[in-house]
């Protein structure tokens, strides 16, 4: 069976940077399953995995137009720790979802506190970076109706929203 649209799939993978840093890793966990064509995963690894087989391993780097897209200095704002009602200590890391200029929810990330000034970046933590993946396909299996019309795989048991 071959990796196309509509199909589980299971992969082992490793993520780096162009460091050579690890990023994330499925090593010494389950395997990530995801429905293929539904958009799961970053656009430029799921080109490479179509047409795949259980046992085809690959190295695949994506650029950020294929992965979380450039990074965007609109995207970085400072607000008022006013802004922040309700939560005691801001630290640097903490993440909120956030209104976008959209309208869309957003994750931003506090960057920096000085002060009153919070400054939040809503670009992906991974924006603007090439991703190295090392992959090997573990399992492929038609997905149900119901993974198809929710957009993605269910667990074990059935999925409860």
């Known amino acids: ?29 389950a395997p990530l399953v995801y429905l293929h064509g539904a958009g799961n995963i970053i656009p430029g690894l799921e080109k490479a995995l179509e047409g ?12 950020p137009e294929e992965a979380y897209g450039e990074y965007s200095a609109e995207l ?3 607000l008022s720790r006013s802004m922040f009602e309700g939560v005691d200590e801001l630290e640097v890391g903490m993440q909120f979802h956030a209104s976008a200029p959209d309208g869309q929810m957003q994750i931003v990330t506090i960057r920096d506190l000085d002060g009153d ?9 991974l924006a603007g970076q090439r991703l190295n993946f090392k992959v090997k396909v573990v399992a492929i299996r038609d997905a149900s109706q119901e993974e198809v019309a929710h957009g993605h795989v269910h667990g074990e048991g059935g999925h409860h929203h």
């Open 1 to 29: 069976m071959l990796i196309a649209a509509n199909k589980a799939v299971s992969i082992d993978y490793t993520l780096t940077n162009d460091a050579g840093e690890v990023i994330d890793s499925s090593a010494g966990g």
């Open 52 to 63: 795949k087989e259980v046992g085809n391993e690959l190295e695949v780097s994506v650029e």
């Open 76 to 78: 970085v704002s400072t």
């Open 117 to 125: 000034d919070v400054t939040v970046d809503g670009n992906h933590p």
